[in-house]
């Protein structure tokens, strides 16, 4: 540092050369004696650092070498020194922009280095400023003269101040805000006092209490007073300036020094608002602040933040006192955090992390970083830190690292067990009270079994495996059993342990907490479970701790037992019959597995990398794939038929199942498509559809068939209008081939004339079998109405030539047809063929062998026939149905000895339908069943009420039907009617026709025997219009013989009838029967039956049938009852 000094007493500036030689050899001083002299070195300002000038010169003042050197912007730092030193003067040099201001008194000389150093940075670090710095001044001055000569004199010392001028206040107050909302567009403002209208001090009082702003403020006046400037300062102006020789110089220098100092109010006020900000930041901070302090090499603690109270639970007296950090450190971290700080001398900052106890006893995770700070030797000084609770944040890693602990053990193929441990052990390093047991689920065996439990002793582990589940079997079968946490916190006052406290006791176990762990589906895997030394219940975030480790636990075992399915499905991969291939997305095939080759006749080495369109059969068109593709695509998923080709070019169907394979992140990576060759079933298919619509014995179309043809031919018929003829064929006496030859040659029979009528017609032609020996013709575009009976009589007559069968046998067959006509009888399918069966059965009706042609007489027949059949099954519902009883009268005394039970049907308000018009109908219905039971309950229950009512025991004569014959459980159920009745079996009489059981003679003789045992009587009504074989009528079990009205009408002018009646009598009497006639209507046609010796008779003759009542009223009347 080059220093010029100006001093005009040699004595003291030899002292000062010596001095500065002694105690600041850097520092060269070189003195002149005059103000003249030392301005002529100032030619060369660059070779000077720093001026030092005495204030009182021979040919002058050190202040006007200060102004010299402002004003031609000297870069020199300026020190004025002087011996007798005022404050008046200092401020002027200060003013001026003296750098500093030294008086020569004590030790002087020894501060001088530090005086010139200072010096020298302050005007260099001021000149940076000024340099970087435009100060932006409003000027209030009324004077014109004034205002040039302050904008001259600034820009050409202070060019880095701007001057705006204005000649009064009431101008400056429009440049200015009119409130501190909004910032003004100066820096500073220089008021001259004497201003028009309103005096400086004015202004200053309305910009600072009216408008409130604090910009700063200068106030020169030219005629200044100690009381104005009072004021000025009193109203917060920054300076004050009278207008005296040379005041210009001081301008810059009052205007820079007042802009700073707003500037430090401005920045003290931000310091305390954010000082008071960062104080209330710290409160609310997780972070505890501290400061250490060394004293005697060793650190004290000195401050520590008040929230520390908050985060830790200690006070700050508390947490300042001696040895409180150390003492509460966890035992297990303490030697470590200790050498760790040790290494903070060497490395001046560290950071930790170690375990610390709460004031409430929790042990908590610290996070602790600090800073060594030494002193201007280099020596530590002081210690600041920060302490951060991380526990969450440490719980969390310790999470993430048993996770990755147990995933790295999955990965390396470890047993269950040992995963299960590590997991174990990693929960119980976080919390070492916690004693870990994972005990997995057998759902087979409705049985926990022992997982992993390392801190438990083995005999405890070996008791609890095996544990059944169940409501209130200990913490672990409990939480199994319920799906949910069971907590219990005493083991020893807790019903759900008291059968295991001598094994908790051995164990030293106190309380136990099991949380069951789930698959993704939420069912239990197994149980989780915490045990303790002491009773306790959780403290807070302990279950959420538990419940993150049971989860680990839940993934870790769903992966083992997913591993463990792989490695199954790899074996059900390679063994399954269906083919499996595995394709990337482009596609290509990656894997395919036995079947695949089997099925295809490609090798693995022939498709791995191809496209799996290798097997394309080119039977499907881009639409197909397309819309496979779009399925696959949006929905993942496609199943149907599709056609291939094997490697030997066999096009064959396949039913295929394409799914998307999607990886953890929810995308598609792959496809697996699983195929089945259903070859065999189509083939199967084929076959049953053939069944489904052919006659398997005839191979005509069948009736479904022949209706689906018949429905298309009716669509075709009236788009083109014309006629379509059905004829029904039924072959006559058909029955009787199979009865006597047997079904074999009846088959035999119908292959023959299939064959023989498909032959006669047309190709267009349909013939159908309907069932039996039934066949269905389907003539389409007939043109006239007379067409079908023409094909008809050719049918008639292809059937007059004998068939000569395989078996040898040659049959002679004739049918009937029936025909019907669309649109003309019909006008859908169903009418079609029943008009059709209709005329077929008017044809058999009228002479077999012929046809018929459907009328409407036969419809409204067979409509009135259905509504008969619909009222039939109303009236058996709602009990129509009533009996009329008609004597049995024995033909030696006329007595009375049984009646016959009469049907009659009753409907409301309308007159009796006769027998012969619902009988025929209810037996072809099979309504005859339960209408024949009504009848033998309805006739029994009345021969009782009879019996009890005083009247002698009667035969009751019951008809039993065809049906009724024929069911299996007859026996039992007329057995059950007499005993529910308490009618006698003797009383009872069943009337049987003779084809009732001449068609199965032998297994009628057992029904019959079956039926008499009890000792119901039997007897065979209409007698002598059957077929009896007398073979078998003397083997029947029967008692009595009815003859047939038929042949009683006749007897007193047919000599037949009456050759016929006197023969029944008299085979009866050798057979051992009685015999009935019935019908008998006069005098003459009793006395014959009386001559030939007839046991009984009923009719008209004696009595009509009537209701019990009437015929019980008659019967006392008459008393002619046996």
């Known amino acids: 540092m080059r220093v010029l000094y100006i001093e005009d007493t040699l004595s003291d500036a030899d002292i000062a050369r010596r001095t500065l030689a002694r105690t600041a050899p850097d520092i060269e001083l070189i003195a002149v004696t005059s103000l003249a002299e030392g301005l002529k070195h100032l030619e060369k300002p660059d070779y000077y650092d720093v001026l030092l000038t005495d204030l009182n010169l021979p040919d002058g003042s050190g202040l006007e070498a200060l102004a010299s050197i402002r004003e031609q912007r000297l870069p020199l730092a300026v020190v004025i020194i002087t011996g007798s030193g005022d404050h008046g003067t200092a401020v002027a040099a200060f003013k001026a922009s003296a750098d500093d201001y030294l008086i020569k008194e004590g030790d002087y000389l020894e501060r001088l280095p530090r005086i010139l150093r200072s010096a020298l940075a302050r005007f260099r670090s001021n000149s940076m400023e000024r340099n970087l710095l435009i100060l932006r001044v409003l000027y209030i001055e009324h004077n014109s003269f004034d205002i040039d000569l302050m904008r001259r004199h600034l820009a050409l010392h202070a060019p880095h101040i701007h001057l705006t001028a204005v000649s009064s206040a009431q101008e400056a ?254 929960l119980e390093a976080i919390n070492s009270d916690m004693l870990v047991s994972i005990l997995l689920l057998d759902k087979h065996a409705g049985r926990l079994m022992h997982g992993a439990a390392p801190s438990l002793p083995d005999d405890y582990n070996a008791a609890v495996s095996q544990l059944v589940i169940g409501d209130g079997v200990g913490s672990c079968g409990t939480a199994a059993w319920r799906g949910e946490a069971v907590i219990v916190a005493d083991i020893d006052r807790h019903p759900y342990w008291q059968p295991y406290l001598e094994l908790t006791h051995k164990a030293n176990l106190h309380a136990c907490w099991s949380l069951p762990f789930k698959d993704e589906n939420g069912k239990v895997l197994g149980t989780f479970a915490i045990y303790h030394h002491t009773p306790c219940e959780p403290a807070p975030g302990d279950l959420e701790l538990i419940h993150e480790f049971a989860s680990i636990t839940a993934l870790a075992v769903q992966k083992i037992y997913a591993a463990e399915t792989l490695r199954q499905a790899a074996a059900v991969f390679e063994s399954t019959r269906e083919g499996v291939v595995i394709t990337s997305l482009e596609p290509r095939i990656l894997a395919v597995n036995r079947a695949y080759t089997e099925i295809t006749g490609y090798s693995e080495a022939q498709v791995l990398g191809k496209n799996p369109k290798v097997i394309k059969s080119g039977r499907h068109d881009k639409l197909f794939y397309q819309a496979m593709w779009a399925s696959l695509l949006q929905e993942g998923y496609w199943r149907g038929e599709v056609w291939n080709r094997r490697r030997n070019g066999e096009i064959y169907p396949q039913w295929l199942t394409i799914t998307t394979v999607r990886n953890d992140n929810n995308e598609p990576c792959n496809y697996v498509g699983v195929f089945t060759d259903i070859t065999q079933m189509k083939q199967s298919e084929a076959r049953v559809a053939h069944l489904a619509h052919y006659d398997p014995l005839t191979g005509l179309p069948n009736r479904l068939l022949v209706q689906s043809r018949l429905h298309h031919a009716i669509e075709r018929a009236q788009r083109h209008n014309f006629r379509i003829a059905t004829l029904c064929l039924d072959l006559d006496r058909f029955k009787n081939v199979n009865d006597s030859l047997g079904h074999p040659v009846g088959d035999e029979l119908l292959i023959l004339l299939a064959s023989r009528l498909k032959n006669r017609l047309r190709e267009e032609d349909t013939l159908a079998r309907l069932g039996g020996d039934e066949f269905l013709l389907v003539l389409e575009d007939v043109k006239d109405p007379s067409e079908p009976a023409t094909v008809a009589q050719t049918l008639i007559d292809l059937l007059t030539t004998p068939f000569v069968l395989p078996s040898g046998h040659e049959i002679f067959i004739n049918g009937s047809i029936g025909i019907s006509l669309f649109p003309d009888d019909a006008h859908n399918v169903t009418e079609l063929i029943q008009h059709a069966d209709m005329a077929m059965y008017l044809a058999k009706k009228e002479g077999r062998s012929t046809y018929r042609y459907h009328t409407e007489a036969l419809s409204i027949a067979a409509n009135e026939r259905l509504m008969m059949e619909t009222r039939l099954r109303h009236a058996l519902a709602a009990g129509e149905f009533v009996l009329h009883y008609q004597p049995l009268i024995d033909a030696h005394n006329d007595r009375v000895v049984g009646v016959e039970a009469l049907v009659r049907w009753q409907p409301p308000e309308q007159d009796i339908v006769p027998p012969g018009k619902f009988i025929p109908i209810a037996e072809e219905t099979g309504l005859i069943v339960p209408l024949g039971e009504w009848v033998l309950r309805t006739a029994c229950a009345q021969g009782r009420a009879w019996i009890d009512a005083g009247l002698p025991p009667l035969v009751i004569a019951v008809n039993l039907s065809v049906r009724q014959f024929q069911s299996e459980n007859l026996a039992e159920l007329v057995q059950q009617v007499l005993d529910d009745t308490k009618l006698p079996a003797v009383c009872l009489e069943l009337e049987l026709t003779e084809s009732m059981f001449m068609e199965h003679a032998e297994q009628s003789i057992e029904t019959l025997r079956t039926l008499k045992a009890p000792g119901i009587q039997l007897a065979i009504d209409d007698f002598g219009t059957g077929y009896s074989s007398l073979t078998y009528l003397k083997r029947f079990p029967i008692d009595k013989l009815k003859i047939d009205q038929s042949f009683v009408r006749g007897l007193a002018h047919d000599p037949n009838d009456r050759e016929i009646a006197a023969t029944i009598i008299a085979m009866a009497r050798n057979l051992k029967l009685s015999v009935l006639a019935e019908g008998v209507e006069s005098e003459q046609q009793l006395a014959f039956l009386r001559q030939h010796d007839c046991d009984y008779y009923q009719g008209f003759l004696f009595h009509r049938p009537v209701p019990a009542i009437e015929l019980e009223a008659w019967l006392r009347e008459h008393s002619t009852c046996r």
């Open 173 to 426: 107050l429009v440049l200015l805000p009119a409130g501190p909302e909004k910032a003004a567009d100066f820096d500073i403002l220089l008021i001259d006092n004497r201003l028009p209208g309103m005096d400086g001090l004015e202004f200053v009082k309305l910009l600072r209490e009216e408008r409130k702003l604090d910009i700063p403020i200068v106030l020169v006046t030219g005629q200044g007073s100690e009381m104005v400037a009072a004021q000025a300062l009193h109203l917060g102006v920054e300076d004050y300036l009278s207008k005296h020789e040379g005041y210009l110089f001081e301008i810059p220098a009052t205007l820079e020094k007042a802009q700073r100092q707003a500037e430090l109010v401005r920045e003290r006020i931000s310091l305390k608002q954010t000082s008071l900000r960062l104080s209330h930041l710290l409160a609310a901070s997780p972070m505890v602040l501290y400061n250490l302090r060394f004293t005697e090499n060793t650190p004290q603690s000195v401050w520590i933040s008040e929230n520390v109270e908050r985060l830790l639970g200690y006070t700050v007296e508390e947490a300042l006192a001696p040895d409180w950090w150390l003492s509460h450190l966890h035992p297990d971290d303490r030697e470590l955090a200790m050498a760790r700080q040790c290494t903070l001398l060497t490395d001046d900052q560290l950071t930790h992390d170690y375990r610390f106890f709460h004031r409430d006893g929790r042990v908590i995770w610290i996070l602790d970083e600090l800073r060594l700070i030494r002193n201007a030797d280099g020596q530590p000084h002081e210690i600041v830190g920060a302490w951060l609770d991380i526990s969450e944040h440490k719980k969390v890693e310790l999470i993430r690292q048993a996770h990755q602990s147990a995933l790295d053990l999955i990965v390396a193929n470890q047993p269950l067990p040992v995963i299960l441990g590590d997991i174990a052990k990693h």
